[in-house]
């Protein structure tokens, strides 16, 4: 029987964007490098909790709906 020990996330701050504000309807590029098994989720949150809408290139992982 095999087993996988379990890491705890790792944020690498070099390659993570640090706080970020931009004017309505302006594009913004979010970066996060973290590392951790099982493999860590990195979810944006805005500090006055509307939603965020992710818009992707195809050369990105996931797509997704943000909300609090």
Same mark, same amino acid.
Request: aromatic letters at 2%; glycine letters at 6%; a negative charge.
């Given at each position: 029987?095999? !087993? %996988? @020990?379990? #890491? &705890? &996330?790792? +944020?690498?701050?070099? *390659?993570? $964007? @640090?706080?970020? !504000? ?6 913004? !590029? #979010?970066?996060? @490098?973290? $590392? *951790?098994?099982?493999? &860590?989720? +990195? #979810? ?8 965020? =809408? #992710? %818009?992707?290139? &195809?050369?990105?992982? %996931?797509?997704?709906? =943000?909300?609090?």
């Amino acid at each position: 029987m095999e !087993t %996988q @020990s379990k #890491l &705890p &996330p790792d +944020i690498d701050d070099t *390659g993570t $964007s @640090s706080d970020v !504000t931009v004017e309505e309807g302006d594009n913004v !590029t #979010l970066s996060c @490098s973290a $590392s *951790g098994h099982p493999e &860590p989720r +990195i #979810l944006w949150r805005r500090e006055d909790g509307d939603h965020i =809408i #992710l %818009q992707v290139t &195809p050369n990105d992982v %996931q797509k997704e709906y =943000i909300d609090r």
